[in-house]
């Protein structure tokens, strides 16, 4: 029985450039994101970052961050679904579904599409 085709997208890798501090992902449809890594952490969704049950998290609070905050040390794939960001200061609870991290892609085309 044929499948159906995958909606989610798919990085055909996931590189760390600390040089850069950027997060690159070349997807398998031919699009390349490129992330700074202080966005990334922006844009966590955990419940220490961004609250759960109505309670405000960490990052709805705290406007500022520090330097080991936005720092990323390594990274960890989670399944066929998502990668796992573990930042300077020992977070490490975000995971960061590619369907996610697509929706999060801050290029001039991808902005366009959400506006």
């Known amino acids: 029985m044929p499948q159906p085709p995958d909606p989610a997208p798919r990085p055909t890798r996931i590189v760390r450039d ?18 700074d890594w202080e966005y990334l952490r922006r844009g ?4 220490h970052c961004h609250g759960e049950w109505g309670t405000p998290g ?9 330097p ?3 720092e990323l040390k390594s990274m960890q794939h989670v399944g066929h679904y998502a ?11 975000g995971i960061y579904a590619f369907r996610d991290l697509r929706a999060l892609c801050p290029c001039p085309a991808c902005q366009g599409d959400r506006a």
């Open 83 to 93: 990668v796992l960001l573990i930042w300077a200061d020992g977070h490490d609870t």
């Open 68 to 70: 080991q905050q936005t």
């Open 44 to 47: 966590c969704q955990c419940a």
């Open 58 to 66: 960490y990052l709805d609070t705290n406007p500022a961050l520090t």
């Open 18 to 35: 600390a040089g850069r501090r950027q997060l690159r992902i070349p997807w398998a449809d031919g699009h390349e994101s490129v992330y």
